[in-house]
C-alpha cells in the first residue's frame, strides 16, 4: 500500500505537486544521504567479494553448478515450468524496466571475476558481472582498455553483451558486440557452447547481442582490449549552424570516407538546434610542463559537471586539455549524462559541488531500489530516456524531430558503425541500406541519439505533451529509417512493430536450435515494459 493513498485525495495532489516543486531538495535532504549509506554497503559488499571471494580458478565450477541447476530445471514437469532467468535483482540492473522476474525460475549467475588477460591476442576474459568500473580499474594501470564500454561505471560487460553498448570509440570499431571474441553460454538443455564468429556456433555467437538473456546463460567472455596512454587529448570544437555541425560528424567519424584519419574518441553534445561542441579525442602523453597545465581531472568532486564544462566553450571558443584516461571514460558518470539535473536543479552550483558533490550521482541501483509505482510512471509520463541507433544521412531530421516530440537539450551523439556480416551470418540488427554504407567499405555509419530529460511542456508547467504520441512517433520515424530502440529504455511498440523494427528470423532459428524456446523468454516479452505504459501514459498526458 501506498503511504500516500491513505491522505484525503486534495491533500494528497497538494503534498505531491509540493514534492516535485521541491524534488532537488527532497533528493538532497533524504535521497543523497540514503543513496550514500546504500553505496557504501554495496561498495562494502563488492569488496569483500572481490578480494576474499574472488576465486578465478573457481569458474569452471561455478559454471558446473548453473549447469546443474539449469539440468534440474529441465528435470521438473514440462507443462508446469516457468521460463528461467538470472537471479540478479532488477534494482541492480541499468535497465528502466522491470521485468517480472518474480514470474520466471530464477538462477543465481553469481560470476564477478576477471579470469585471464591476453596481451599478445588483445583479450581479456571475464565473467558477465564484472562492471565497467571493475574492469576500468584493473586494466588502465596495466596500459589497456576495453575497446568499447560505457561511461557509468555500474553497467556490467555481460548486460552490455546481451543487451547493447556503444560509446565514443564505435565510430572506429562499431558495437560492442563487434568487440567480443568469444561468448560462453549455457543453454536451456544445460549444456555448455562457446560461440565464436567462426566456429560451429556462429549462428548463436550473432545472435546473442540485443537478445537480452533470452538465448541462454552468459557465463564468460572474451572482449577485444585496445593499447592506451595515461591521458586523452581533447579538443572542444564549438559550431554554430545544424548543417555544419552534422557535417563536421560526418566528417569527423569518416561516415563518407573509410581511408580517413580518425580520431581515437568522437563525440557531439547539441545545446540548441543550432549549437554542439563536438569533442575530438585522442590518447596523448603528458610530458611537458606546458601539457601539464592543461591537465583537468574532470571527475573530481568540486568540478562542474562534464557537459555544463563542455556548455562554456560555446561561449570561450575552441580550447583543449589533457584528461586523464579513467576520468575521461567516466566524465558522463557524476551527472549521469545530464539527468541529474532534472534531479537537483542547482547540483552544479560550486557551493553545493563543494560541500555535497562528494554524494554524487545517486546510485541508480539506489534509485531503483526506491522506485514506487508513481515514481515509475514518472519515469516514462514526465521525463524522457532513450537512446536510439539511426543512421547519419538523418542526423538533422532526428534533431529536429527530438526537439518538436520531445523539446529538450542537450542531445548526444555518439558515431557508431553498424556492419554488415553478410547473409549468413544475421543477426538482430538489418544490413544498412545501400545509401547508408560508407562507400566501398561493409559498414553504415550510424549514431546514437541520446535523448535524456525532462520535456519542454512538463518542465515549463504549460502546453501540451503525451508521452504515448511522442515516443510513437519517434518510433514510426526510427522503423522508417531503419533504426533500433535501446531495449534497456522503455518502448511504446506492439510486437508487431517491434518485429518491424527487428530482424529476428535468424534469432528465432537459434531459439529453436539452442533450446531456448521453453526455457527462457521471448525478446518482446523479456523487454516490453512490465507496467502498460500507453496506458498510463495518456493518463498522465499534460493538457494545455
Ligand atoms: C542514463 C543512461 C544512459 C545510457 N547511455 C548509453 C550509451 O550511451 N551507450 C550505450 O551503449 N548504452 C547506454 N545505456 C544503456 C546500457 O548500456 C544498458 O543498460 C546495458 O544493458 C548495460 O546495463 P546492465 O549491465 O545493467 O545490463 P542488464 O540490464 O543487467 O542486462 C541486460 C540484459 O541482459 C540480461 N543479462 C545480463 N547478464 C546476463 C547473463 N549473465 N545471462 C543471461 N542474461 C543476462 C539481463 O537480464 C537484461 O535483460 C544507458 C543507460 C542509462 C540508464
Not at 528435470?75 to 521460463?83: F, L
Not at 532467468?85 to 530464477?106: A, G
Not at 557508431?416 to 540488427?429: A, F, K, M, V
Not at 523494427?501 to 515494459?529: S, W
Request: aromatic share 12%.
Amino acid at each position: 500500500m501506498n503511504p500516500f493513498d491513505l491522505l484525503p485525495p486534495g491533500l494528497k495532489k497538494r503534498l505531491i505537486r509540493w514534492l516535485e516543486d521541491n524534488r532537488g531538495l527532497v533528493i538532497v535532504l533524504f535521497c543523497l544521504p540514503a543513496s550514500f549509506i546504500f553505496d557504501t554497503g554495496l561498495s562494502l559488499y563488492k569488496w569483500f567479494q572481490r578480494t576474499l571471494l574472488s576465486a578465478p580458478e573457481r569458474h569452471d565450477a561455478r559454471v558446473r553448478q548453473i549447469q546443474r541447476r539449469v539440468g534440474d530445471w529441465n528435470k521438473q514437469d514440462a507443462p508446469s515450468r516457468r521460463p528461467m532467468c538470472t537471479s540478479r535483482p532488477n534494482w541492480l540492473s541499468l535497465s528502466t524496466t522491470f521485468f517480472k522476474k518474480s514470474e520466471c525460475h530464477r538462477i543465481p549467475v553469481d560470476l564477478y571475476d576477471i579470469l585471464q588477460l591476453d596481451t599478445e591476442r588483445m583479450v581479456v576474459r571475464v565473467e558477465p558481472m564484472v562492471t565497467v568500473g571493475d574492469i576500468t580499474r584493473y586494466l588502465i594501470p596495466r596500459g589497456y582498455t576495453l575497446a568499447v564500454t560505457l561511461e557509468i561505471s555500474d553497467a556490467t560487460c555481460g548486460g552490455l553483451a546481451l543487451g547493447v553498448g556503444m560509446t565514443t570509440y564505435s565510430h572506429r570499431v562499431g558495437l560492442y558486440q563487434e568487440t567480443i571474441v568469444s561468448y560462453d553460454v549455457v543453454l536451456g538443455d544445460g549444456s555448455l557452447v562457446r560461440a565464436t564468429a567462426d566456429n560451429e556456433h556462429k549462428d548463436l555467437y550473432y545472435c546473442l547481442p540485443w537478445s537480452h538473456g533470452t538465448l541462454g546463460f552468459l557465463v564468460a567472455l572474451e572482449l577485444q582490449i585496445i593499447p592506451v596512454k595515461q591521458f586523452v587529448h581533447m579538443r572542444y570544437i564549438p559550431v554554430r549552424g545544424q548543417k555544419q555541425y552534422c557535417d563536421r560528424m560526418r566528417e569527423l567519424s569518416g561516415a563518407l570516407d573509410k581511408d580517413a584519419k580518425l580520431p581515437d574518441y568522437l563525440e557531439a553534445t547539441v545545446f540548441d538546434r543550432d549549437s554542439a561542441v563536438i569533442m575530438v579525442g585522442n590518447f596523448a602523453k603528458v610530458d611537458t610542463p606546458e601539457k601539464a597545465a592543461k591537465v583537468n581531472h574532470v571527475t573530481r568532486w568540486y568540478k562542474p559537471w562534464f557537459y555544463k564544462h563542455v556548455e562554456t566553450f560555446l561561449t570561450k571558443g575552441e580550447s583543449d586539455e589533457y584528461i586523464p584516461l579513467r576520468d575521461y571514460l567516466l566524465r558522463h558518470n557524476r551527472a549521469i549524462f545530464w539527468v541529474l539535473e532534472s534531479m537537483i536543479p542547482f547540483g552544479n552550483h560550486p557551493v553545493f559541488r563543494l560541500f555535497l558533490g562528494w554524494l554524487c550521482p545517486p546510485k541508480p541501483a539506489f534509485l531503483k531500489f526506491t522506485t514506487t509505482p508513481g515514481i515509475r510512471a514518472m519515469t516514462f509520463s514526465k521525463q524522457v530516456f532513450q537512446d536510439i541507433v539511426l543512421p547519419m544521412t538523418v542526423l538533422e531530421e532526428s534533431i529536429d524531430l527530438s526537439e518538436k516530440l520531445f523539446d529538450t537539450y542537450p542531445v548526444l551523439i555518439y558515431p557508431c558503425r553498424i556492419y554488415d556480416h553478410g547473409p549468413s551470418n544475421r543477426g538482430q540488427l538489418r544490413s544498412p541500406k545501400s545509401d547508408q554504407m560508407c562507400p566501398g567499405a561493409n559498414y553504415g555509419m550510424f549514431y546514437d541519439l541520446g535523448v535524456y530529460g525532462t520535456p519542454g511542456p512538463v518542465r515549463r508547467k504549460r502546453g501540451y505533451y503525451n508521452p504515448v504520441e511522442s515516443m510513437r512517433a519517434m518510433e514510426a520515424f526510427i522503423r522508417k529509417v531503419g533504426g533500433y530502440s535501446f531495449l534497456y529504455a522503455d518502448i511504446f511498440l506492439t510486437e508487431e512493430e517491434f518485429n518491424e523494427m527487428f530482424d529476428l528470423e535468424a534469432y528465432n532459428r537459434a531459439r529453436k536450435k539452442y533450446h531456448a524456446e521453453g526455457a527462457f523468454p521471448r525478446l518482446y516479452e523479456k523487454v516490453r515494459p512490465e507496467v502498460d505504459v500507453v496506458k498510463i501514459g495518456n493518463e498522465y498526458a499534460q493538457a494545455e
